[in-house]
């Protein structure tokens, strides 16, 4: 019988160089490569966003679960797929009740600035695409500190006809706590 894997919380965070992760809520670039890689990544796994995310994606999302934090669970309309939480602690719950259902041991946090900052203190894991720019935006993504985390994968996708700008994509694991 095999053991059951410990749950994982990883963030999946697209941030500009200047750490822009949005605009008027939507993302300030085109990278096709970039939303095909969220997709791989995050196809099964429960997915914690604000109501603001939620509402800019404008649906749930394919095969995933929608775990919502709002401060006003009447916001959100009920919809197969979508579950609403008023704290980043019943959100964490909620995840982790519905990867267990789901038979995986990680959930994804994606967006916005609040919810990641939110989220930070419980991540394990974060997918960091760093996107070679400098965009103008009004949602930004708020650095962990560097000693907290380790670079354990690192991987460059240059800009092209589909992809706007160059990208490295960057997986960080939370460095063991002393």
């Given at each position: ?51 603001k995310t ?102 460059e996708w ?10 490295t994509d ?9």
């Amino acid at each position: 019988m095999s053991e059951a894997r410990p749950f994982t919380l990883a963030l999946v965070v697209a941030a500009a160089e200047n750490d822009v992760i949005g605009r008027e809520g939507k993302l300030p670039w085109r990278l096709k490569s970039d939303l095909k890689r969220f997709r791989r990544l995050t196809m099964g796994h429960p997915l914690i966003m604000g109501r603001k995310t939620f509402a800019s994606i404008g649906k749930p999302l394919d095969g995933r679960d929608s775990v919502i934090v709002t401060r006003d669970a009447a916001s959100v309309s009920p919809q197969p797929g979508v579950f609403v939480a008023t704290s980043i602690k019943d959100a964490l719950d909620i995840a982790r009740a519905r990867a267990a259902e789901r038979r995986v041991a990680e959930a994804f946090v994606i967006g916005g600035a609040e919810i990641f900052a939110l989220a930070l203190p419980y991540a394990d894991r974060i997918h960091l695409a760093r996107v070679h720019a400098s965009p103008s935006g009004d949602a930004y993504w708020q650095a962990p500190p560097a000693e907290e985390w380790q670079v354990v994968s690192r991987e460059e996708w240059p800009a092209n006809q589909t992809d706007e700008f160059s990208v490295t994509d960057l997986v960080l694991e939370r460095s063991p706590r002393a």
